[in-house]
């Protein structure tokens, strides 16, 4: 879900995004034959990490790193790097795309066609919103070739063939379709009844919306992509289960995803309330995580439930999008006031105005960069530790930080770090594992610790 999400409005881009804040990676799969981006695949504790009285974080952090051969680490640092590059491009080609429809007047034209179909005006809007996510799908499909597909094979991270892809690409197409469609014919409706104080309750239903697609999404939406079926093997779902009991989380099955028909990264989550509650692992963990690593991950998720995650992002997004709407408002009617005539927009209720709405929502985005993916990464820190915490596996927490190091840079700098990461970096995390491991051995209860730290009782 790349450039297309940015394309067609604000909205969109917080609730596709709001899917993936809560794994520790995002979705996507892997084949029996790992690519050449894999890291070793059975790390063990280097000599450097090994419990014992002079064990010291900076070294047990450096000899973790150095189990990444170099070679892997230039391509996965090049891999990431692309991708702040990636993120410029997609905004000036959505800046381009977006004149392009106003200035031709295309998006008058199919406000114009729309008006002919019908006159209902709710049916219009729907039928604005596919002629529009039509166009810039294709407008834009060059892109997303190259994003989603070439240079994720070209770095090892895709396993779909293009025929695949393509088909899960128009299913997204459709997905997105029904979702914006949803809350588009929504927030217009609310544009046209209250022109003065749209923004504030659109933004409420936008922040709602947004909640309830994230709520729905693991059992309605994933599925269409995926195949979720549970997981039936006590040697797995034995420990987790245990854990998430400690943990008061009430869960009674464990699933897993089999995320390896698109990509190899690996990821779970923790999702639902109540009766949906499930805990699911995807397939490229199950198959290529030791138990220790899985048992780390899965308390990292935890910690995202625990932390109730979901509730608090939903205040900083909501934050965001109140003021976003205000800015919105604002920059609309500026925007009109000298163009307006020429695009043929008869104003903020008229549907040719969202080629407009996502301009000023990706110039808006684009600039928050940081202070979205700081509100994000803080959240993931939170979780890091409740799951170091919780699992007490700070070397499985280590070999999964290395392991999530074949798509991202392990030890980036400070600056960097800020702007581009929505997670800690690799380095940062294994160094958080082995300070609790340095100060927290005598909780691991193996006889080489006790014996190690003199705690014999
Ligand atoms: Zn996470």
């Given at each position: 879900m790349s450039l297309r999400s940015w394309q067609f409005c604000s909205l969109l881009a917080v609730i596709l995004c709001a899917g993936c804040g809560l794994a520790i990676a995002q979705a996507q799969p892997g084949p029996g034959a790992l690519p050449?981006?894999?890291?070793?695949?059975?790390?063990t504790v280097p000599p450097e990490a090994?419990?014992?009285?002079?064990?010291n974080v900076d070294a047990a952090t450096n000899a973790y790193l150095a189990q990444i051969p170099a070679e892997k680490r230039a391509k996965s640092d090049a891999y990431f790097e692309g991708g702040y590059w990636l993120i410029l491009w997609d905004f000036l080609i959505g800046v381009v795309v977006s004149l392009l429809l106003l200035n031709l007047r295309w998006s008058a034209a199919m406000r114009n066609l729309a008006e002919r179909i019908t006159r209902f005006k709710p049916i219009q809007t729907f039928i604005y919103l596919a002629e529009y996510l039509v166009l810039t799908t294709i407008l834009v499909f060059p892109m997303t070739v190259y994003e989603g597909y070439s240079r994720e094979h070209k770095y090892g991270l895709a396993t779909q063939t293009f025929g695949p892809w393509l088909n899960d690409q128009f299913k997204s197409l459709l997905v997105g379709l029904v979702l914006g469609g949803i809350i588009t014919v929504i927030l217009f409706g609310i544009v046209r009844k209250l022109p003065r104080t749209w923004w504030i309750w659109g933004a409420i239903v936008a922040v709602a919306f947004n909640a309830f697609v994230g709520l729905i999404a693991p059992v309605y939406i994933f599925p269409i992509f995926n195949k979720i079926t549970p997981l039936n093997d006590p040697k797995v779902t034995q420990p987790i289960l245990s854990m998430a009991r400690a943990n008061g989380i009430v869960a009674r099955d464990v699933y897993q995803i089999d995320a390896s028909k698109q990509s190899t990264r690996m990821s779970a989550n923790v999702s639902g309330m109540g009766n949906t509650m499930r805990i699911t692992l995807n397939d490229n963990l199950l198959r290529r995580g030791s138990p220790e690593e899985i048992q780390a991950v899965m308390g990292h998720e935890m910690g995202h439930y625990v932390l109730d995650h979901v509730y608090s992002g939903t205040i900083y997004f909501g934050i965001v999008i109140v003021v976003g709407f205000a800015l919105l408002a604002w920059g609309l009617d500026w925007s009109l006031q000298q163009w307006g005539e020429k695009w043929q927009i008869r104003g903020i209720g008229d549907t040719a105005v969202l080629p407009l709405v996502v301009l000023l929502a990706s110039i808006y985005f684009f600039v928050l960069t940081p202070v979205l993916n700081t509100i994000v990464r803080t959240q993931e820190h939170e979780a890091d530790m409740y799951g170091i915490n919780a699992s007490r596996q700070p070397d499985g927490f280590a070999q999964a930080a290395i392991h999530l190091g074949e798509y991202r840079k392990m030890s980036p700098g400070p600056v960097e770090e800020w702007i581009f990461y929505d997670h800690p970096s690799g380095h940062r995390r294994i160094h958080d594992a082995m300070q609790w491991k340095a100060e927290n051995m005598k909780l691991m209860g193996t006889p080489q610790n006790r014996e190690a730290l003199g705690a014999g009782h």
């Open positions: 050449n981006t894999a890291m070793p695949s059975v790390l090994q419990a014992g009285p002079n064990f």
